[in-house]
T-cell receptor, first 113, second 112 residues
Framework: GDSVTQTEGQVALSEEDFLTIHCNYSASGYPALFWYVQYPGEGPQFLFRASRDKEKGSSRGFEATYNKETTSFHLQKASVQESDSAVYYCALGANYGNEKITFGAGTKLTIKP | EAAVTQSPRSKVAVTGGKVTLSCHQTNNHDYMYWYRQDTGHGLRLIHYSYVADSTEKGDIPDGYKASRPSQENFSLILELASLSQTAVYFC???WGGGNTLYFGAGTRLSVL
């Protein structure tokens, strides 16, 4: 079945550091890929998506590029802020048909002021 | 903005008891989902539904039932709650033509 692997369980950075959270997927065809963010006490919320190879998704300074060759969708941000502290989830879903949307284990990002 | 409301927000249940978690959405979405969240496992799909009066098994359905009596409402039922079902449960919905999920705020369930 489809699966999503997030390498880092926790990431700790200082403000203005460069962020990379790794996401790799296993699925047939061309799934849609997503990043969601979850703040304490809230449900996850959609950050952005990409639907085809080499497409870049972005929002709030975060970005990721769909790479079918390496089956990856790594999240990056050039300069993190304390307010970016949250849990980030990579997810995949079929562009058409299959109703399931599969999430990775999540990465807890902590930004020190 | 999609509105997904879960109730209760937290619950303490006894082992072997019956628990019902409720979810209500007001955006006329076709699909509704129940996920559980555990540290180290992320969000795992329990049940989902794409139309009223029909439910489908997700990846971890054992020990759970689901009910979709109307397009707006989707319940998760634990007939015999167990310690291993202590977790945070999230309901989500989406429009049939898109993949973006809209989540509720979650229900924290503790089974003692």
């Amino acid at each position: 079945g489809d699966s999503v692997t997030q390498t880092e369980g926790q990431v700790a950075l200082s403000e203005e550091d460069f962020l990379t959270i790794h996401c790799n997927y296993s699925a047939s065809g061309y799934p849609a890929l997503f990043w969601y963010v979850q703040y304490p006490g809230e449900g996850p919320q959609f950050l952005f998506r990409a639907s085809r190879d080499k497409e870049k998704g972005s929002s709030r300074g975060f970005e990721a590029t769909y790479n079918k060759e390496t089956t990856s969708f790594h999240l990056q941000k050039a300069s993190v802020q304390e307010s970016d502290s949250a849990v980030y989830y990579c997810a995949l879903g079929a562009n058409y048909g299959n109703e399931k949307i599969t999430f990775g284990a999540g990465t807890k990002l902590t930004i020190k002021p | 903005e999609a509105a997904v409301t879960q109730s209760p927000r937290s619950k303490v249940a006894v082992t072997g008891g019956k628990v019902t978690l409720s979810c209500h959405q007001t955006n006329n979405h076709d699909y509704m989902y129940w996920y559980r969240q555990d540290t180290g496992h992320g969000l795992r799909l329990i049940h989902y539904s794409y139309v009223a009066d029909s439910t489908e098994k997700g990846d971890i359905p054992d020990g759970y039932k689901a009910s979709r009596p109307s397009q707006e409402n989707f319940s998760l039922i634990l007939e015999l709650a167990s310690l291993s079902q202590t977790a945070v449960y999230f309901c989500a919905s989406r429009w049939g033509g898109g993949n973006t999920l809209y989540f509720g705020a979650g229900t924290r369930l503790s089974v003692l």
